[in-house]
């Protein structure tokens, strides 16, 4: 092989090298509409492949946070996930990006197989509250799950953005003591 020809080769494979390492960047782009089989991350977070949206309008109870039901500590976040892996389990799901929330994550409607607006619908059941910034619509389905008390609403729960900075019920707040050593 001659030092020309091994040059170009190089070139070429570092070129091709260069856009793989890169292509982890470009694995969430920005999209307006999905269709397919989707998995639930969380309660408001489907994920396509590498592509995910979270429900516009709609903020589900976190992963892990818990709310006070009937005097009970429940799972109420896994739950949530659980609503959302039920609604989406009879595919396809089509999801229409309508922007980017603060942190650049797409939002999007996504209905499942049936028509049913997913957000809409975790709102209903007690599973989300509704961002009505952003879904003027969606309080209908909010005041209506009150009043019937579904989901989290049967008790006492924390609004899933406080959740997220920190704010806790006063029931499963923890204590975090360093430990010291005695000398």
């Given at each position: 092989?001659?030092?020309?020809?091994?040059?170009?080769?190089?070139?070429?494979l570092?070129?091709?090298?260069?856009?793989?390492?890169?292509?982890?960047?470009?694995?969430?782009?920005?999209?307006?509409?999905?269709?397919?089989?989707a998995?639930?991350?969380?309660?408001?977070?489907?994920?396509?492949?590498?592509?995910?949206?979270d429900?516009?309008g709609?903020?589900a109870?976190?992963?892990f946070q818990?709310c006070?039901?009937?005097?009970?500590?429940?799972?109420?976040?896994a739950?949530?996930?659980?609503?959302?892996?039920?609604l989406?389990?009879?595919?396809?799901?089509?999801?229409k990006v309508q922007?980017?929330?603060?942190?650049?994550?797409?939002?999007?409607?996504?209905?499942?197989?049936?028509?049913?607006?997913?957000?809409?619908?975790?709102i209903?059941?007690?599973?989300?509250?509704?961002?009505?910034?952003e879904m003027?619509?969606?309080?209908?389905?909010e005041?209506?799950?009150r009043?019937?008390?579904?989901?989290?609403?049967a008790g006492?729960?924390?609004?899933?953005?406080?959740?997220?900075?920190?704010?806790?019920l006063?029931?499963?707040?923890?204590?975090?003591?360093?430990?010291q050593?005695?000398?």
């Amino acid at each position: 092989m001659s030092p020309m020809h091994f040059f170009k080769t190089m070139l070429v494979l570092g070129t091709v090298t260069a856009l793989f390492v890169a292509s982890p960047a470009l694995a969430d782009p920005d999209f307006g509409e999905l269709v397919g089989k989707a998995r639930a991350v969380d309660g408001d977070t489907l994920e396509f492949g590498f592509k995910r949206v979270d429900l516009w309008g709609a903020d589900a109870l976190e992963r892990f946070q818990r709310c006070i039901v009937n005097g009970q500590t429940t799972a109420c976040g896994a739950d949530a996930w659980q609503v959302v892996t039920n609604l989406i389990a009879a595919g396809p799901i089509t999801c229409k990006v309508q922007g980017k929330n603060r942190y650049h994550r797409n939002m999007a409607i996504c209905r499942n197989a049936n028509g049913i607006d997913i957000g809409q619908s975790m709102i209903a059941r007690g599973m989300a509250v509704a961002r009505t910034d952003e879904m003027p619509s969606y309080a209908t389905a909010e005041n209506s799950a009150r009043q019937s008390r579904s989901g989290a609403w049967a008790g006492q729960f924390i609004d899933p953005l406080l959740w997220r900075r920190g704010e806790r019920l006063p029931e499963h707040q923890t204590e975090v003591r360093r430990w010291q050593r005695d000398e």
